[in-house]
């Protein structure tokens, strides 16, 4: 069976995966999902804009996000049921978008991608029931724009426009975080794990992890968390439960090795999963969006009773275990959002004005499975003791076990969350531009970003929309942007790939 997708970094061949992903997804899978993706669109051609319809548009589009759903039957099940409430007839094969000239894939691709990544951040803010009308309608207006004959002007201009709507959606998801949980603190957190019953919590919903902590404080059952889950430590309303204990593991695409055989009980709240292993299917449980056959899911009403149970018959280790990071590391300090970076903007406008700074660094964005990701660990390593690194999202795991020591008492090494938390960065950089009366591209600030899946290209399609310049981009450059697009980022937005560390740190460094 044929099937066409593109639109993560380890797509094959650097074209795109034609019989089976690299991601696990088999070709039915794939097809299933560009059926659910044809019905998303031909609901919000047909539809009027209403909490039904646009809830259903968001769960179809984060649904086909990558390593969310392989579950046959239920991705079928959402089809059928959008397909049933459209109101007009309006046939759309997402297929004749691939087959398009390669400079309108491009940019419908970017729309189309762009989109799946808000459409989990807006479904996270949902789900503490924070909802915004202006991101809620443009779904409906870009979807309607990718079904129609646009012209290369129109649909770069509804590119940026993606990227303008998922600043919004991401300020929504942090008021949603911060006003439900408190504003993140900094907090050390332990790698370690202790002896008993223990449940590991990945993905990004706060709210599943909240729900999941009030269910367990009384059952002898230790919580913690992995891969994208790390940064809820640092939320008051969080870590107030003494079972929410540490982070195991790293990021995503080492979970088959780190769940094998692990005598705890998983609970995925979002991606990434990978594909589950005999050695730990019968612990692996989901809920919300995620599926995978086989696999026990959590529904709506989130009774997490089975998932406890698992804990609890399994037992967790004998002994308490030690677990290092990949660089040895036993704690991760996390907490440095936007409050916490701000409360101390004298110090960092000082160090700066004293040369005691001399440049900040955003290293951040995905991790995965290739091994020239180990640019991102590298480059942390050989940066300057004169200089701050800014991180966010899994790719941190490469490096945030590293003790990089301090600038007046501020930790040069300053984890600002998951991957939505580059909303924190954003709100950082410009209240220093206004501090230094310059631009954010004249600040002493260099992005150095890793991308994988569709939720780097919203924030992508973000930093572009800001006019941010001079980002690095890597491993390796989207499938997905045609030469022709490629050049006009090149040309508006100085966007490079990245090299090697000691080149890329020494072209930033020559130029400060
Ligand atoms: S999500 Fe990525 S790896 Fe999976 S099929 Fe698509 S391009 Fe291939
Ligand atoms: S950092 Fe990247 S891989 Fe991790 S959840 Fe966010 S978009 Fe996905």
């Known amino acids: 069976m044929e099937m066409f997708c593109f639109q993560c970094e380890q797509t094959a061949h650097r074209k795109g995966c034609t019989t089976t992903g690299v991601c696990g997804k088999s070709a039915d899978t794939a097809n299933l999902q560009d059926e659910l993706t044809s019905a998303v669109i031909e609901l919000a051609n047909c539809n009027k804009i209403n909490d039904e319809n646009t809830n259903l548009i968001i769960e179809g589009l984060f649904t086909t996000i990558t390593n969310v759903n392989f579950d046959n039957k239920s991705v079928k099940e959402l089809t059928l049921t959008i397909k049933s409430k459209i109101s007009c007839n309006s046939e759309f094969d997402i297929k004749s978008v691939w087959n398009c000239n390669e400079d309108i894939r491009s940019l419908k691709s970017l729309i189309l991608f762009g989109l799946k990544g808000i459409a989990a951040y807006a479904h996270h803010a949902a789900n503490l029931n924070y909802k915004d009308g202006e991101v809620n309608n443009y779904f409906y207006e870009a979807l309607q724009g990718i079904s129609k004959d646009l012209s290369v002007d129109e649909l770069t201009a509804l590119v940026l426009k993606t990227g303008e709507i998922n600043l919004k959606c991401m300020e929504l998801l942090d008021r949603a975080n911060t006003e439900t949980y408190g504003n993140p603190v900094p907090t050390k957190v332990t790698t370690n794990i202790e002896k008993g019953p223990f449940i590991v919590v990945t993905g990004h919903d706060l709210h599943d992890l909240g729900l999941l902590l009030e269910q367990t404080k009384d059952k002898g059952i230790n919580i913690y968390t992995h891969g994208e889950m790390l940064p809820c430590h640092a939320y008051p309303e969080l870590k107030k439960y003494s079972h929410l204990k540490g982070n195991f593991g790293t990021a995503w695409q080492n979970q088959q090795k780190e769940f094998d055989n692990l005598p705890g009980a998983i609970l995925f709240t979002t991606n990434c999963i990978m594909p589950v292993k005999d050695s730990y299917k019968d612990r692996v449980f989901t809920t919300s969006v995620v599926q995978y056959p086989e696999c026990t899911h959590i529904g709506e009403d989130k009774d997490f009773t089975t998932v406890i149970n698992k804990a609890l018959e399994l037992g967790g280790y004998n002994e308490d275990k030690e677990i290092t990071g990949i660089n040895g590391g036993e704690v991760l ?180």
């Open 333 to 512: 300090t996390v907490g440095f959002a936007h409050n916490t970076v701000l409360s101390v903007a004298d110090k960092v406008i000082d160090a700066v004005k004293t040369g005691k700074l001399k440049h900040i660094f955003l290293v951040g964005g995905c991790d995965g499975a290739k091994t020239g990701r180990n640019y991102y660990t590298e480059f942390v390593k050989q940066t300057p003791e004169n200089t701050l690194v800014l991180t966010l999202a899994c790719g941190k795991y490469r490096f945030n076990d590293l003790d990089l020591g301090d600038i007046n008492g501020i930790p040069r090494l300053l984890d600002m969350g998951q991957c939505n938390d580059a909303y924190s960065a954003i709100k950082v950089a410009v209240e220093l531009s206004k501090a230094f009366n310059c631009s954010v591209n004249d600040l002493p600030l260099s992005l150095v970003l890793s991308w994988y899946e569709q939720k780097a290209v919203c924030i992508l399609l973000t930093l572009l929309y800001l006019g941010i310049e001079n980002i690095r981009l890597g491993p390796t450059l989207p499938a997905f942007v045609s030469p022709n697009v490629l050049n006009f980022l090149v040309d508006k937005f100085k966007i490079k790939p990245i090299t090697t560390p000691e080149n890329d740190l020494k072209e930033i460094l020559e130029q400060c």
